[in-house]
């Protein structure tokens, strides 16, 4: 099994502006967001998973245990969501239909780095973001 635990930096995307599309995020805002570069730490203390990400005008710090629900700040808002680990992936599935702006996000870990893939619930439309183990 590969390491969860590291810092990861943001190297490319692919299709990501067509799911901020469909999630209905204005056109200031999803330039904004497809200009940044942001940087993940994942931290693991026994049960409970720490996910940082820092962009450059905010932090995002999420604390949770695996298979139990809890709310998340992120692009979509506040959502709520449970993570479950398969294999070498981190899964982050909503909870209940919480409206066009939600996404699944799958993290598959790798030697090398981390590779997400998010998708918009609603249209099903799917981004990928690449990141560099550092």
Do not use: C
């Not at 997400?116 to 619930?121: G, K, M, S, V």
């Amino acid at each position: 099994m590969v390491q969860f635990i590291g810092t990861y930096k943001h190297e490319s995307d692919e299709n990501l502006e067509e799911v901020f599309i469909k999630m209905g995020m204005g056109f200031l805002m999803r330039k904004l967001a497809l200009r940044s570069k942001p940087t993940v730490e994942v931290e693991v203390d026994g049960d409970t998973w720490t996910i940082t990400t820092k962009v450059t005008v905010r932090t995002m710090i999420w604390t949770f245990k695996l298979g139990e629900e809890t709310f998340v700040d992120s692009t979509e808002g506040t959502v709520k969501v449970v993570f479950s680990v398969e294999d070498d992936k981190l899964i982050q599935t909503p909870v209940e239909n919480q409206g066009d702006r939600v996404m699944t996000s799958v993290r598959h870990f790798t030697s090398d780095g981390l590779i997400q893939t998010l998708t918009h619930t609603a249209s099903g439309t799917v981004a990928t973001r690449h990141y560099k183990r550092v």
